[in-house]
């Protein structure tokens, strides 16, 4: 190998093991990874090794026909198939993207009717942006890769998670939100998206949990999301 090869063997090796404590470091190992095949294999792309490969599966196909076959069909099957599905998924998605007045009119009512510097529970990080972006008076529960939060308390990590996944129900759920978050009284669930409501079930099992729970009651409604307000006791 080169040298540079090796810097990058390196590069990669560190964002994997990065990558295993945060998956958000996956977005440097990808083009690390990328980088070293290249170095790594570049000396075998000539066209001497290209023809010598050609000349490889072409006996293979010759002495296993439908084998060889069967396996040329099947890989020109699945690249055909990436390449027609990940334009049209990256397609569909910047023709829906992420408006960017998504949030902005529960924002505003959330600006509206809580206290200055009341910290809102929301269960997905990435709603931060938005939800800071058109309200900085709130404070909001997490706005950083899941893993931080973790790493700086497993516990109050490992409630979040439970209760933003609708796992407990009835006095448990209430009883551990008092337990884990007693200074917090707003409640933010995003609605599933319309066909998205099996890849999405924690929303749904969330808002069933806080629509039948008599410690929250709902506040305000949107065809985005739903706030349930705690009741003081």
Same mark, same amino acid.
């Given at each position: 190998l080169k040298s540079h090869?090796?810097?990058?063997?390196?590069?990669?090796?560190?964002?994997?093991?990065?990558?295993?404590?945060?998956?958000? @470091?996956i977005e440097y190992l990808v083009p690390g990874a990328i980088l070293f095949c290249a170095s790594a294999f570049s000396p075998y792309f000539t066209k001497e090794h290209a023809k010598q490969s050609f000349l490889m599966v072409k006996r293979f196909i010759k002495k296993q026909p439908w084998l060889g076959k069967t396996?040329?069909?099947?890989? @020109?099957?699945?690249?055909?198939?990436?390449?027609?599905?990940?334009?049209?998924?990256?397609?569909?998605?910047?023709?829906?993207?992420?408006?960017l007045n998504r949030f902005s009119v529960v924002s505003e009512w959330l600006e509206t009717n809580t206290p200055p510097g009341a910290t809102i529970f929301h269960t997905r990080w990435d709603s931060f942006p938005m939800l800071f972006y058109h309200?900085?008076?709130?404070?909001?529960?997490?706005?950083?890769?899941?893993?931080?939060?973790?790493?700086?308390?497993?516990?109050?990590? *490992?409630?979040?998670?439970?209760?933003? *996944?609708?796992?407990?129900?009835? +006095?448990?759920?209430?009883?551990?939100f008092q337990k884990t978050f007693p200074t917090i009284s707003?409640?933010?669930?995003?609605?599933?998206?319309?066909? *998205?409501?099996?890849?999405?079930?924690?929303?749904?099992?969330?808002?069933?949990?806080?629509?039948?729970?008599?410690?929250?009651?709902?506040?305000?409604?949107?065809?985005?999301? @739903?706030?349930? +307000?705690k009741n003081i006791e």
């Open positions: 090869s090796f810097f990058f063997l390196a590069m990669t090796l560190t964002f994997f093991g990065l990558s295993l404590r945060s998956g958000r @470091m396996i040329l069909v099947y890989f @020109m099957f699945s690249i055909s198939f990436v390449i027609v599905r990940d334009p049209t998924h990256v397609y569909a998605f910047f023709q829906q993207g992420i408006g309200n900085a008076k709130n404070n909001y529960l997490t706005g950083l890769d899941p893993v931080f939060a973790y790493l700086k308390n497993k516990e109050t990590y *490992q409630a979040w998670r439970v209760l933003s *996944q609708g796992e407990k129900a009835g +006095k448990e759920f209430y009883d551990l707003f409640v933010l669930v995003e609605k599933p998206k319309p066909g *998205q409501e099996l890849k999405e079930p924690h929303d749904l099992a969330l808002s069933v949990r806080l629509k039948w729970n008599s410690h929250f009651k709902k506040v305000y409604e949107d065809k985005d999301v @739903m706030v349930y +307000k």
